[in-house]
């Protein structure tokens, strides 16, 4: 079945530390994807999206991520998280009208 | 625009009970789309809507359940009768199919959710 996997469902990391949250999905041909920011109590926001061009895309608040066709991949990174970034994190496909979100990845960012 | 608008926020009900809920999309957008956010399932789609008609609802979890959209402005997700299992976030978000300058479509725009407790 066609799905959007996300590897890690709880992150643990401190203050500076680099972040790498990986996203798979089994779509073939042209996609549009995204990644998503659940911020405790509040509801999803787009973090970052790509649908053509450079592969590496570059979002809010310091977070990027890289499309690597080969791979069906499309990881979230960002160099030095900050408390600030404790959230759940969703990547996204659209695929023919249709977005399918992953299962969501806890991040908790220790001070 | 105020964003997606969603009502109530928050819903305390007796197992039995009928529950509404209520959406209000982005003005313009021709997308809406329903999520069920728990726990145990993550986020679920549960049914989306494009101009005003239902697409997709192989999401929705069973005859208890059923959304409507009147107008391009109000949508509605029925749960009938409630019950405990059913407790959730649920999410209301609407999109544009049409190219923005910034460039893409189908970001999705969340509304702040409905929380439903049903006891």
């Known amino acids: 079945a066609q799905s959007v996997s996300q590897h890690n469902h709880h992150v643990i990391l401190s203050e500076a530390a680099s972040l790498e949250l990986g996203c798979n999905y089994s779509?073939?041909?042209?996609?549009?994807l995204f990644w998503y920011v659940q911020y405790p109590g509040q509801h999803l926001q787009l973090l970052l999206k790509?649908?053509?061009?450079?592969?590496l895309v570059k979002g809010i608040k310091g977070f990027e991520a890289e499309f690597i066709k080969s791979k069906f991949s499309f990881n979230l990174r960002k160099p030095s998280v900050q408390w600030s970034d404790t959230a759940e994190y969703f990547c996204?496909?659209?695929?023919?009208?249709?977005?399918?979100f992953g299962a969501g990845t806890r991040l908790f960012v220790k001070a | 625009d105020a964003g997606v608008i969603q009502s109530p926020r928050h819903e305390v009900t007796e197992m039995g009970q009928e529950v509404t809920l209520r959406c209000k999309p982005i003005s313009g957008h021709d997308y809406l789309f329903w999520y069920r956010q728990t726990m145990m399932r993550g986020l679920e789609l549960l049914i989306y809507f494009n101009n005003n008609v239902p697409i997709d609802d192989s999401g929705m979890p069973e005859d208890r359940f059923s959304a409507k959209m009147p107008n391009a402005s109000f949508s509605t997700l029925k749960i009938q009768p409630s019950e405990p299992r059913d407790s959730a976030v649920y999410f209301c978000?609407?999109?544009?199919?049409?190219?923005?300058?910034?460039?893409?479509?189908?970001?999705?725009?969340f509304g702040p959710g409905t929380r439903l407790t049903v006891t």
């Open positions: 978000a609407s999109s544009s199919d049409k190219r923005t300058s910034g460039g893409g479509t189908y970001e999705q725009y």
């Open positions: 996204a496909v659209n695929k023919d009208f249709k977005t399918i």
């Open positions: 790509y649908f053509s061009g450079d592969p």
């Open positions: 779509y073939g041909g042209t996609v549009n």
